[in-house]
């Protein structure tokens, strides 16, 4: 069960890759950890946990999951496919999603920090002496 940590500014992000029933490619480790590292950077991820599975006897045969342990709710995110590559597309897409849901909703609720709201332009003050 390999695993890496990627940093995100002063927290890190720990990334749990499980594969089943099949050999794991170093080039769809590395897009799933760079595709991750990008989405911790618009939400905070603890940590990250990929299964990647062939089923044997299934149409389509492979199957994705990512459960991602975050500050509040966890997000979850499940598909399958004919390629790895393209149940991996569709997990991330649910993903950000997902997180962009929860973005609007904290916006409309309000409790977006300056942290995470985006920078707005402030028309300069009218002072009159």
């Known amino acids: 069960m390999p695993s890496s940590l990627i940093p995100h500014l002063k927290h890190q992000m720990k990334i749990i890759i499980k594969h ?34 062939r089923r044997l006897e ?36 649910q993903l950000e999603a997902r997180i962009g849901q929860r973005h609007e909703k904290r916006a409309r609720r309000g409790r977006i920090t300056n942290k995470t709201a985006p920078q707005q332009q402030l028309a300069p003050s009218d002072t009159r002496s």
Not at 22 to 40: F, K, V, Y
Not at 63 to 83: I, K, R, Y
């Open 58 to 93: 299934a149409s389509p045969p492979f199957s994705v999951s990512a459960h991602l342990v975050t500050p509040g709710p966890d997000v979850f995110a499940e598909a399958a496919d004919h390629t790895l590559r393209a149940a991996w597309q569709k997990v991330m897409g």
């Open 20 to 53: 089943l029933h099949h050999t794991p490619s170093t080039s769809l480790t590395a897009l799933i950890e760079r595709q991750l590292g990008e989405l911790g950077k618009t939400r905070q991820i603890d940590e990250a946990r990929v299964v990647i599975e």
